[in-house]
């Protein structure tokens, strides 16, 4: 891509780009508690053309297979995103917090921009940091700029704190808001 500016990853709740998932039930609701104001969706998966594995921990992972569900929890006033990933049996499989340049609605669809930085953390506990590598090669392409770069470094250490303290009330909540939209 060169020097050229690269446009920040707009991506909706809804992901109707995912070409492996055949067959879904989707369904979003704005929720304003004192923990979270924001979107909630969920992904019931109900076929696929095949699953999704990755490997964490040293362990091989499903993250995306039939019957699984996939809570995303999109806070208004938070520059991150969580998507949980519940297997077949209503059991956490993980926690994908995505660090974002902003998030928002566009003509109704409720959207992030991803600034690249991830925190994955397993139901052990385990918390995998991701692609720390693409946020400074974006920045050294100007694709983001030095305020984008420092945002999401700010965000990422923030919600890094909150997980090691055992405050970042989005991990605790899923279950309770896959509940509201089965």
Known sequence: IGGEQMMLEKRYLHRNDWSRITSRR??????????????????????????????MGGKNVCIIDKNYTRLQQLP??????????????????QWYIDITNCNG???????????????IVLPTGEVIT?????????????????EQYELAYTTFYHVL????LGTFKLVTSSSKYREVLL
């Open 26 to 55: 989707y369904s979003q609701k704005w929720v304003e508690e004192q923990d979270f104001t924001g979107y909630i969706a969920l992904t019931e998966i109900h076929e696929i053309t095949t699953p999704f594995v990755k490997t």
């Open 76 to 93: 208004m006033d938070a520059n991150y995103m969580i998507t949980t990933t519940f297997n077949d049996k209503g059991q956490v499989v």
């Open 105 to 119: 609605v566009d003509q109704g669809e409720p959207y992030m921009e991803d600034l690249f930085l991830d925190i």
């Open 130 to 146: 991701k692609d720390e590598d693409e946020l400074q090669q974006a920045l050294e392409n100007n694709w983001i700029t030095k």
């Open 161 to 164: 704190k909150e997980l090691e």
